[in-house]
């Protein structure tokens, strides 16, 4: 099993731009596909980002392309999401995945970031 600690959620003004890190332990991360969703409140929770485990294909939800980047380091253990052009909608609570490869689903989360775009 893998545990996941997000870190580098914070307080931004709209325009902005923010990382967010994932530091991975109890198992290698190069094995998992890894990925990000966030929830806001009174939302339902939201698909963000992915990075496959091999060739690191990188899939995006449609709010967030062409502004946000994700990026993994296996070597480290990390998982990263560069956030740019920030605005209110983009605050919510961030989180950290990792895929199990027996159910093909999500299993793994950590306890998330706080995000919060000013205006």
């Known amino acids: 099993q893998v545990q996941l600690v997000e870190s580098g959620g914070g307080l931004v003004q709209a325009g902005g731009s923010l990382r967010l890190s994932c530091a991975a332990s109890g198992r290698t991360l190069s094995n998992y596909d890894m990925g990000w969703y966030r929830q806001a409140p009174g939302k339902e929770r939201e698909f963000v980002a992915s990075?496959?485990?091999?060739?690191?294909?990188?899939v995006y939800g449609e709010s967030v392309k062409g502004r946000f980047l994700i990026t993994r380091h296996n070597a480290k253990n990390m998982v990263y999401l560069q956030m740019a052009s920030l605005s209110s909608e983009d605050t919510a609570v961030y989180y950290c995945v990792a895929k199990n490869r027996d159910t093909n689903n999500y299993d793994y989360w950590g306890q998330g970031t706080q995000v919060t775009v000013s205006s």
């Open positions: 990075i496959t485990w091999n060739f690191g294909i990188t």
